[in-house]
């Protein structure tokens, strides 16, 4: 008989994993807290837009769904920043052919729902709240609609339950789990810049555009809808920070300093600061993220702030990575499990740390003219001598790389850069013989 | 009518913060979880002794509780380390009058708890578990003996529940409050050397026996009963370490090979090390302390590793601060308890740093020439310039001054130490007019 795998959380990863499982023949059951996406009552407004780039797309090509969500999806292919003044400045990825995808987070985890629904190996229970699991004894108790409680035995669990995981809650209770959970000074509040009144985009659409002002910022995505999804993210206290934005006036103001340009883009501007919440960045760190035969992913295991843009993609990439030791340890959990764990772990925190740097790069940083004289030297090392150096970015966003890999090569590129400004080299990067061996001394 | 305090767990500082509130007119309810220790059912065995130092003892002063305790407590007055040969090195702790009293948990909660008793505004609750708490509406459930539930509402929640609060975990299920906790790759053991035939101590009593093997050590505090009490710190995993000591014959080859002097001292060796547990050892931390009307004290704010003898003693010191937080801000509770958790909470996590870096002094650098080398140096400072140098040591465990404070004046001393051994200038320390202006400049 089929082994019984368990899937606490039905959204990104989990509705992803179950595909992953079933493919390979297990009996599936997948329990969602929440009710059903695709009956229509999804709800946004308190989800930053996802990014999907290739660690997504090469998890979503094994179950088939890159065109048909690439379909729902937009293209940006660099950063535009805006200047208090209004002036713009582009910024590319990568090469003219790489872009990150803006897409919905509903609309994607509705397409894999749809997907999953067509195993007949997966079995799917919403409204079904965990309450409480038994780690040693691989019993879940859930709670469904009618409050009534439903125990689950299972061979074994995935927690695919997100940052406030129950499964990791009962995990950290036990001796030798390592947990940390830190919140930034920083919330964040979701706002629009609306289409034009024949339904067009107001801003270049195949771009993430950026507001730094150093200490916060504000950004905004494409919709599909000719709509961009804006997030402003601010400090809780201080001088500038949404403790002093109450009053009608006081929001005006705010945004006349700094957002002057979008206030005509934003007709709902003042609703819309009042109606919707201020939500939190909260990074959260684990280990082990396995015991007995439950085991943990995506934001269970590394919850991680937005800003790299790599929280669904390395939550796709765990189920890949689990997929594969599957694959390579053959019906030994044990082993599998454990090998998944030691693969991910160094990589999570990676991306974490990652994540942290790049608030820092977006809000601050994009807006320096040094940082961008160092774009620009990467930009001229990129297109001349392609392979030979690669930037951080395009590792993280553009390849399958480990992201410990990419941390590492970015530091090692920070201390290359430097050095090419403080030898004053710039004006040889096109000497082909003397950069090929440069970049061979320190890359190779 | 008086405001009605309610403390959740009456162990030490519970117990000891009980009587200060009562001392104040307070309405004070104490919860306790376990079975009231005072029936005679304390059970002992997992608890690594208590050393009892200036700021416990500056905390139990206020309650007359001093020559109490000390007439149950034995003074050390240094380490005494042995080698794996079985010799000898003696280290005074601080001047031949400045002691560290080890005392049982037991004892001392157990006179906490009679003291307690005797006042008329304090009402003792044994046998109730924290099961619930709703920190917006100051209202805590327990399970009492029966299994029923009994709800308590109240005016102010002291966590005084331990390691394992569940305060603290009703807490920390709120937006913005940062948690962590790290377990270390050593656990401990507890083990026992006896009492002689004539019931007389078998080593040095009025000292810590210190056993260091630099990767583990073993160390043993004097009971009253002319026993000592032996704690094993050893890894879980790895060449030497707990999972390779199974069988009677690798345990006694163990001993043989670090412990040799210990194991004629050692009657009960083998039964002990299979009957006792390995506990764990681990570092919480958490900020804020408080929500609403809720407030975190002593290891449910901050669990700390035993290396540094300070858990109770920074516990009771908690209660000290609380106490003159309410005396300052008599009667704001918003005001009182904001202002013990910033001046708390920096102090926590030196004692936290402090405590990690003993492990590594006590079993590691205690048995190195350099690091005896600079604790002469340091002594000859302190016997001749008294009030001019004063050691980490003597900062933190033979005086009030704040645990962060201490902190940064032992890594000073540390810069110190390095400049007068480098520059060659230890056979100078007796040249006195040199010396105190040396001094003078590194530390007025």
């Known amino acids: ?16 994993m179950s595909i992953y499982l079933a493919k390979r023949g ?21 989800s930053i837009n996802l990014a999907l780039s290739t660690r997504g797309i090469t998890a979503l090509e094994k179950v088939g769904l890159v065109e048909d969500i690439l379909k729902i999806s937009i293209p940006m292919f660099g950063r535009i920043m805006h200047s208090p003044e209004g002036a713009l400045q582009y910024q590319a990825y990568g090469r003219d052919d790489q872009a990150i995808y ?32 038994d780690l040693d004894n691989n019993k879940a108790t859930f709670q469904n609609e009618n409050g009534e409680e439903v125990i689950v035995e299972g061979d074994v669990f995935l927690a695919t339950d997100g940052a406030f995981s129950a499964l990791r809650d009962a995990m950290i209770r036990n001796p030798r789990h390592d947990f940390s959970q830190n919140y930034e000074s ?9 289409p034009s ?29 000719g709509n961009f999804t804006c997030t402003l993210f601010l400090p809780y206290e201080g001088e500038v920070s949404f403790e002093h934005l109450n009053t009608e006036k006081e929001i005006m103001q705010f945004f006349e300093t700094y957002f002057k340009d979008a206030i005509p883009l ?28 439950s085991v943990l992913m995506g934001d269970a295991a590394h919850a991680i702030v ?14 890949v990575v689990l997929d ?3 694959e390579e340890f053959s019906g030994d959990w044990d082993v599998i499990l454990d090998a998944y764990q030691k693969s991910r772990k160094p990589n999570a925190d990676a991306i974490a740390d990652l994540a942290l740097q790049n608030f820092i790069e977006m809000r601050d940083l994009v807006g320096l003219p040094e940082f961008l004289n160092k774009k620009r030297i990467e930009k001229m090392l990129v297109d001349q001598y392609p392979g030979l150096y690669r930037t951080q970015y395009e590792r993280v966003t553009f390849s399958n790389d480990g992201y410990r890999d990419a941390l590492l090569a970015g530091d090692k590129n920070d201390r290359f850069l430097n050095y090419i400004i403080s030898e004053g080299l710039e004006s040889r990067i096109e000497e082909k013989e003397f950069m090929q061996e440069k970049l061979q001394e320190w890359f190779a």
């Open 306 to 319: 937005p800003f790299y843009g790599q929280g669904m993609n390395c939550s796709f990439e765990d189920c």
């Open 26 to 46: 297990y009996e599936v059951h997948l329990y969602e807290r929440r009710d059903d996406m695709r009956q229509g009552n999804y709800v946004g407004g308190r």
């Open 186 to 194: 920083h919330g964040y509040k979701e706002l629009e810049i609306v």
């Open 102 to 133: 803006s897409v919905s987070r509903g609309e994607l985890n509705i397409r894999l729902l749809q997907l999953a629904d067509a195993y007949p190996n997966i079995h799917m229970y919403f409204n079904h709240r965990c309450t409480h699991m």
């Open 266 to 293: 934003m007709p709902n501007l003042l609703e819309d600061f009042k109606t919707n919440p201020v939500s939190h960045l909260t990074t959260m760190r684990t280990f082990p993220w396995v015991k007995n035969k």
């Open 324 to 326: 594969k030791c599957i």
């Open 1 to 16: 008989m089929a082994e019984k795998m368990i899937l606490v959380g039905g959204g990104l990863a989990g509705s992803l």
């Open 197 to 225: 009144a024949t339904g067009d985009f107001r801003m270049e659409e195949k771009a993430l555009h950026i507001w730094p002002r150093s200490s916060f910022m504000m950004i905004a995505l494409p919709n599909p809808g």
